[in-house]
């Protein structure tokens, strides 16, 4: 495994980090023993830094990691959240932050979270997030339960604009740095660096459109976006190469980012996803899946409510 210091933190991560989203049935049905060896295979395989959301499967993702780390807690660098509850569920709150890490903390069977952040806050108030939700997250590193603050998003404009005004150490994008975008490094990296903030990729396979089995019926991607990841997949495919594999390698050659959190289900995602690291990309290869992506390439889906549309 490959390890990059993350902002400031003095924290190494792994480069490949393990989203436990999909712990939460968020693509397709898991059972609690799959994830558990999804868990341990990304232990055994170096992985240091998950991710997860008491969303996720309205809280079934953080109880199955939780009940996967038990006895493991203190090799792995845990991430949760807080602020976003349900699909339209959005609390940032000083005391609903207050009560939720609570019950995160019971369902990851711990007492501290390493990285605390604030869930997709292009759905909150800026002044809110600001003024409320940052300040309790420090009260809450004053009381030794979370070590280090962190915030969430879709839109890079807002969460800009919130680290430009309150101290964060962190910064989760996602499906903004991958084959089908290169945002994250355009509109977010400059400013990230010159602040010291570590730069945290989720959803280097754009949520599930770079894999074979595609993405979820859910997917807010415009159908363009969707057809471009499909013919990259294709072209892959066609070459014997493993698109999934391919898409996470693009993503580790990119410096800034100090992990790429994939969303990993089966020990079989973890051993391909690991694959990436010893898989080198051929340049022409990247250079035709460039071309098929073409049409589809940063082209972001609107997210947020109104307020913060201006934001960008
Ligand atoms: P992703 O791009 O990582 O894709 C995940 C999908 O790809 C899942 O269906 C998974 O089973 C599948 N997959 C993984 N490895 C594979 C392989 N080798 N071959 C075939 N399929 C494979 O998208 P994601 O899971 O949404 O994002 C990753 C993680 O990032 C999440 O689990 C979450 O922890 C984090 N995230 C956070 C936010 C936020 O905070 N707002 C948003 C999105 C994602």
């Known amino acids: 495994m490959e390890y990059r210091p993350l902002g400031k933190t003095g924290v190494q991560v792994s480069s490949i980090g393990f989203g436990a989203s999909p712990l939460g049935n968020e693509f397709r049905p898991v059972t609690a023993s799959e994830g558990e060896r999804a868990v341990d295979a990304a232990i055994d395989r170096g992985i240091n830094f998950f991710d997860v959301a008491p969303y996720y499967g309205r809280t079934l993702a953080e109880e199955r990691l939780g009940n996967a780390?038990?006895?493991?807690?203190?090799?792995?660098?845990?991430?949760t959240k807080c602020g976003r509850y349900d699909r339209e569920d959005f609390d940032f709150s000083a005391d609903r932050t207050y009560a939720s890490i609570e019950a995160s903390l019971l369902r990851l069977r711990t007492d501290y979270i390493d990285f605390y952040q604030v869930h997709d806050v292009e759905f909150g108030?800026?002044?809110?997030?600001?003024?409320?939700?940052?300040?309790?997250?420090?009260?809450?590193?004053?009381?030794?339960?979370?070590?280090?603050?962190?915030?969430?998003?879709?839109?890079?404009?807002?969460?800009?604009?919130?680290?430009?005004?309150?101290?964060?150490?962190?910064?989760?994008?996602?499906?903004?740095?991958?084959?089908?975008?290169?945002?994250?490094?355009?509109?977010?990296?400059?400013?990230?660096?010159?602040?010291?903030?570590?730069?945290?990729?989720?959803?280097?396979?754009?949520?599930?459109?770079?894999?074979?089995?595609?993405?979820?019926?859910?997917?807010?991607?415009?159908?363009?976006?969707?057809?471009?990841?499909?013919?990259?997949?294709?072209?892959?495919?066609?070459?014997?190469?493993?698109?999934?594999?391919?898409?996470?390698?693009y993503c580790l050659d990119y410096p800034n980012a100090a992990t790429n959190v994939v969303g990993m289900s089966s020990a079989e995602n973890v051993a391909a996803n690991c694959l990436a690291l010893e898989t080198p990309i051929d340049p022409g290869l990247l250079a035709a899946v460039h071309e098929a992506v073409a049409g589809g390439y940063n082209k972001p889906w609107p997210s947020g409510i109104p307020e913060n549309a201006a934001f960008g």
């Open 69 to 79: 780390l038990a006895g493991k807690r203190a090799s792995v660098l845990l991430a």
């Open 125 to 249: 108030s800026v002044r809110q997030i600001v003024d409320e939700t940052i300040p309790a997250l420090q009260e809450l590193q004053r009381q030794g339960k979370v070590r280090f603050i962190g915030i969430t998003g879709y839109s890079l404009g807002v969460l800009r604009q919130i680290a430009s005004q309150a101290r964060v150490d962190t910064i989760l994008s996602y499906c903004r740095y991958n084959l089908l975008s290169d945002e994250l490094d355009r509109s977010l990296r400059p400013f990230a660096e010159s602040a010291g903030i570590g730069l945290i990729n989720a959803s280097p396979l754009h949520m599930g459109v770079l894999t074979v089995q595609g993405p979820p019926a859910w997917h807010p991607a415009a159908p363009e976006v969707l057809a471009a990841g499909k013919r990259a997949v294709d072209l892959l495919v066609q070459q014997r190469v493993d698109p999934s594999v391919f898409a996470l390698r």
